[in-house]
């Protein structure tokens, strides 16, 4: 059983920063692929940063350079240091896991609120 526990998110003002964090348990949690997406209203969830067993890294292109995603030694927990936040980064931020295409499916967590105000 997979679980995925986030914490973090807040309201903070343009410019400043957060730092979420999410927690995986199970016994999977090494060799999956782990990640940040973020949803708004009306929208679709759309991928943010993910981060694969090898530490590999992928950005979505509008938080390139001010987002850095990054895992523990031990590989369960997935950090989203956010800089220089905008207002349009105001969304619900999930936690994900994919694990190895061997074993299929994927896993969510149950969302962070980021409000970032102008």
């Known amino acids: 059983q997979v679980r995925l526990v986030e914490s973090g998110g807040g309201l903070v003002q343009a410019g400043g920063s957060l730092r979420l964090s999410c927690v995986a348990s199970?016994?999977?949690?090494?060799?999956?692929?782990m990640g940040w997406y973020r949803q708004v209203p009306g929208k679709q969830r759309e991928l943010v940063a993910s981060?694969?067993?090898?530490?590999?890294?992928n950005y979505e292109d509008s938080v390139k350079g001010r987002f850095t995603i990054s895992r523990d030694a031990a590989g369960n927990t997935v950090y989203l240091q956010m800089n220089s936040l905008k207002p349009e980064a105001t969304a619900v931020y999930y936690c994900?896991?994919?694990?190895?295409?061997?074993?299929?499916?994927?896993?969510w967590g149950q969302g962070t609120r980021v409000t970032v105000s102008s």
């Open positions: 199970g016994s999977i949690f090494t060799f999956s692929t």
């Open positions: 994900n896991l994919k694990p190895p295409r061997a074993v299929g499916g994927t896993y």
């Open positions: 981060i694969d067993r090898g530490r590999s890294t």
